[in-house]
C-alpha cells in the first residue's frame, strides 16, 4: 500500500463544476508536489510546496488552485477545466525538496471532463 | 538544461529472459541524483532506487540491477530472469543539487511487457 493516500480514484465532472483532489502523507515529509499525467507521458510537475509555502508553480492555469492546510495535506481546487485537463494527477511527498530525497507517489486520481 | 532520455519506448520479452533498460541523462550541475521509478496499470510511481553522481557502485537487488557510469552518463537498468508481474512503465529520472533542485526531471518513460 502506498503511504501517500490521494482522493478520489476516479473523478468524472463537467466544464462549470467545482471540485477538489486530496492527497494526504503521514510520513513527516516536509516537501509535496502535484504532477499532471497524460497517456503514455511521463510526469508534469505543477506546483510544489515546502514547509506548506508554495515554492514552483509551472505556470499552471489559475482553474487549477493548489492548497497545503497542514505539513500532512495538499489539495487542489479545480474550477472551469477543460477536456485536455482530462488527465491522472498525482500527489508526491519527500523529506525535503532538497537533497536526493526520493519523491513518494501515491495511486493518483484519474480525472475526466466531459 | 537537464535531461534524461530514454530511448527504448516500448520492449517485449518473453518470461525468464533478462532484459536492460537503458538511460541516458544531461546535467551541467557536478552533484546530481539519478533515480529509476516502476509505474504498474494501477497508476502509482513506486520508487525503485537512487543514486548519488560522487556513488559510482553499481546496485543488485534480487532479479534488479543498476549499472551507473558516469563517462558515459548511463543509469541503466537490468532484470535478470523476468517475470509478468514486471510489466510496467519504468521512468529514469535526474535531479541536481543546484540547478532545478526542486525538479526531479523524468525521460519519456520504457514500456515493459513480459509475455507468459
Known amino acids: 500500500d502506498t503511504e501517500v493516500t490521494q482522493t478520489p480514484k476516479h473523478l468524472v465532472m463537467g466544464m462549470t463544476n467545482k471540485k477538489s483532489l486530496k492527497c494526504e502523507q503521514h510520513?513527516?515529509?516536509?516537501?509535496m508536489y502535484w504532477y499532471k499525467q497524460k497517456a503514455k507521458k511521463p510526469p508534469e510537475l505543477m506546483f510544489v510546496?515546502?514547509?506548506?509555502?508554495?515554492?514552483i508553480n509551472e505556470s499552471v492555469p489559475s482553474r487549477f488552485s493548489p492548497e497545503c492546510p497542514n505539513s500532512s495535506l495538499l489539495n487542489l481546487h479545480l474550477h472551469a477545466l477543460q477536456p485536455e485537463d482530462s488527465a491522472l494527477y498525482l500527489c508526491?511527498?519527500?523529506?525535503?525538496?532538497?537533497?536526493?530525497?526520493?519523491?513518494?507517489f501515491g495511486d493518483g486520481t484519474r480525472l475526466s471532463i466531459l | 538544461a537537464q535531461k534524461v532520455t530514454q530511448a527504448q519506448t516500448e520492449i517485449s520479452v518473453v518470461e525468464k529472459e533478462d532484459v536492460t533498460l537503458d538511460c541516458v541523462y544531461e546535467?551541467?550541475?557536478?552533484?546530481?541524483?539519478l533515480f529509476w521509478y516502476k509505474q504498474p496499470p494501477s497508476g502509482e510511481l513506486v520508487f525503485l532506487i537512487r543514486?548519488?553522481?560522487?556513488?559510482?557502485q553499481n546496485e543488485i537487488s534480487g532479479r534488479y540491477s543498476w549499472n551507473f557510469q558516469k563517462s558515459t552518463s548511463s543509469f541503466n537498468f537490468t532484470i535478470t530472469a523476468s517475470q509478468v508481474v514486471d510489466s510496467a512503465v519504468y521512468f529514469c529520472?535526474?535531479?541536481?543539487?543546484?540547478?532545478?533542485?526542486?525538479?526531479?526531471?523524468f525521460g519519456q518513460g520504457t514500456r515493459l511487457t513480459i509475455n507468459p
Open positions: 508526491a511527498s519527500s523529506q525535503d525538496w532538497r537533497g536526493n530525497q526520493p519523491q513518494h
Open positions: 510520513m513527516g515529509h516536509r516537501a
Open positions: 510546496y515546502s514547509y506548506e509555502k508554495l515554492s
Open positions: 546535467t551541467r550541475d557536478t552533484t546530481y541524483y
Open positions: 543514486r548519488n553522481s560522487f556513488d559510482e
Open positions: 529520472a535526474l535531479k541536481g543539487a543546484f540547478q532545478g533542485a526542486q525538479k526531479l526531471v
